[in-house]
């Protein structure tokens, strides 16, 4: 599968933040490690067939790729603490990453419609690892992607890391806390359930009940995949 541009370019930015953050990972020698890691993941690339017209969330599938790659390439191998904290640092460190995701407004009326219209697209999905979603909008200030297949659980399961996935889904939480929105999850497919379901609310029109259990499900989610929380 080829990268294309915007994959391409996203790991040139990223390169340095990951070198940052390998060492959480136990590893001493960061560019060795990445070059190690980078082998494994074009690897990967190379094997994959190419997206069709119904597949979404290309980017997304690139960085469970990585993330694979990485773990497959660590000796001993993380747990699901420190690979969410290595996950968690990688992505969020760059101050031009978290300026982007802080200007983006994911309950702008042009972003939901782009949610609904993509969420619409998956429906003609036909790579083995690409999402299926709709998107239900309640109001202004609210709305939810449900997803009945995910790319990055479906990918990873193939390679035997089904277990990591949690690592991955922890960055919806860590988007949200950065961006204008609370995220709210009952249910992943990683951990057991039926389907991803992912709420999205406007933090200016949330209550104090979404406040709450949006901690709440971060908590919970985070239990379901295996990592200690703090009380």
């Known amino acids: 599968m080829k990268e294309g541009i ?58 469970a790729v990585m993330l694979g790659a990485i773990y497959e390439a660590c000796d001993p191998k993380p747990d699901i603490d420190t690979l969410t904290r290595f996950y968690h640092e990688f992505l969020t460190y760059p101050a031009f990453l978290r300026k982007l995701m802080g200007r983006r407004d994911m309950l702008a009326p042009r972003e939901v419609q782009r949610q609904v219209d993509v969420g619409k697209r998956s429906q003609r999905a036909t790579h083995p690892y690409t999402w299926q979603f709709s998107v239900e909008v309640e109001d202004a200030d609210r709305f939810t992607a449900t997803f009945t297949r995910c790319g990055i659980y479906d990918y990873l399961k193939s390679r035997g890391m089904a277990h990591i996935v949690p690592a991955m889904c922890a960055i919806d939480y860590d988007m949200g806390e950065i961006s204008n929105h609370l995220f709210l ?32 499900d971060k908590r919970r989610e985070a239990l379901r995949g295996g990592r200690t929380v703090e009380p």
């Open 6 to 63: 915007v994959i391409s370019a996203s790991w040139k930015l990223l390169k340095g933040s990951m070198l940052a953050a390998l060492p959480i990972l136990g590893v001493t020698d960061p560019r060795a490690f990445y070059k190690k890691a980078l082998a494994i993941y074009r690897r990967e690339m190379e094997r994959l067939p190419e997206y069709g017209e119904g597949d979404v969330l290309k980017l997304n599938l690139a960085q």
């Open 185 to 216: 999850r009952d249910s992943t497919l990683a951990t057991g359930g039926a389907v991803c379901d992912c709420h999205y609310v406007r933090k200016s029109a949330a209550t104090k009940e979404e406040w709450a259990k949006s901690q709440d």
